[in-house]
Each structure stands twice: as structure tokens, then as C-alpha cells.
């Protein structure tokens, strides 16, 4: 499976530029702190996808989609942080934009698990 191919993988990169883009307004002394963590949280979220769509079974596919998950939550934590703290204005974009994902992947287990099961 060419995981180029996939709408989750390519709503999940979207989701990687709007955080590059929000994260560039966090303070220069988050660089190493909340930027960078959650950075690399969204990257890891279409990698996830990648990773479990190169592999040889949907069995592990869904084991990646499941860490992408987790990658997700904790971007999604980190957003509201750094509305918390007022690194952000405004995260509706962003929130949409994690629902948005949340729900391809979701999806895509869903669709999967029926898969294996019959």
C-alpha cells in the first residue's frame, strides 16, 4: 500500500505545516521546550501512518494508526497548552484540523479491523 496514496497520511501532513506555522508564534525560549515537542508529535503522526502502511500485514497497520493516535492526543494536548499559556489566539483552526484527522484514522481502523475480521 502506497501510503502517499492515503487521505489520512495527506491530511495529516496538512496538519504537520498548520503546527510548523502556529509553532513559529511560540517565544524563542520554547524553541527547545513546547515548540519543538510538538513538533515533533504532529510529524510523527503522518510518519506513523508511513510506517504501518509499508509494513506486510494490516495487523500492523493498525498497531501504527493506534501510535498515531497517541501522537495526536498529544498534539492536541500541546495546542491547548500554548492557548494556555497565550502563544496562541486562537485554536479553531488547528482543533478542526485534529478532529479532521482523528476521524480518518479512526475511520481507517475501523475499516481495517472489519477487513481482518471476515
Do not use: C
Not at 501532513?13 to 498548520?18: C, G, M, P, S
Not at 510538538?38 to 501510535?67: C, H, M, Q, T, W
Amino acid at each position: 500500500m502506497d501510503h502517499k496514496e492515503l487521505d489520512v497520511w495527506k491530511k495529516s501532513i496538512d496538519l504537520v505545516e498548520v503546527i510548523y506555522k502556529v509553532s513559529t508564534k511560540f517565544p524563542s525560549s520554547e524553541m527547545y521546550g513546547l515548540t519543538n515537542q510538538i513538533r515533533r508529535a504532529s510529524v510523527s503522526v503522518p510518519s506513523n501512518i508511513a510506517e504501518g502502511a509499508g509494513r506486510n500485514s494490516d495487523k500492523e497497520l493498525l498497531y501504527f494508526l493506534n501510535v498515531a493516535l497517541g501522537s495526536l492526543a498529544e498534539v492536541e494536548t500541546q495546542i491547548e497548552i500554548a492557548l494556555r499559556l497565550g502563544f496562541i489566539s486562537d485554536g479553531d483552526t488547528v482543533f478542526k484540523n485534529i478532529t479532521e484527522v482523528r476521524k480518518l484514522i479512526i475511520g481507517f481502523r475501523n475499516y481495517l479491523k472489519k477487513k481482518t475480521n471476515h
